[in-house]
């Protein structure tokens, strides 16, 4: 059995899933997470970024993320 890859940034789509919300707020929420670390527009967000900056476990948000 492959071990599974993992993706290390974070995309509006993936953000639906967890949130449930729409792909405008995925976005908008994107963008306050580089606003608020002070990144680069051409810099992506990471999923532990996410998970910090949300509150949520790495692990329960891992599980949502697909290849």
Do not use: N, W
């Not at 608020?36 to 051409?42: G, S, T, V, W």
């Amino acid at each position: 059995m492959k071990p599974r890859i993992t993706r290390l940034c974070i995309y509006p789509k993936d953000i639906q899933r967890i949130t449930g919300k729409s792909e405008r707020y995925s976005r908008d929420l994107i963008h306050k997470i580089k606003d608020h670390l002070q990144k680069p527009d051409h810099q992506f967000v990471t999923v532990a970024e996410f998970c910090t900056f949300m509150g949520l476990p790495y692990e329960a948000v891992q599980a949502f993320i697909l290849d």
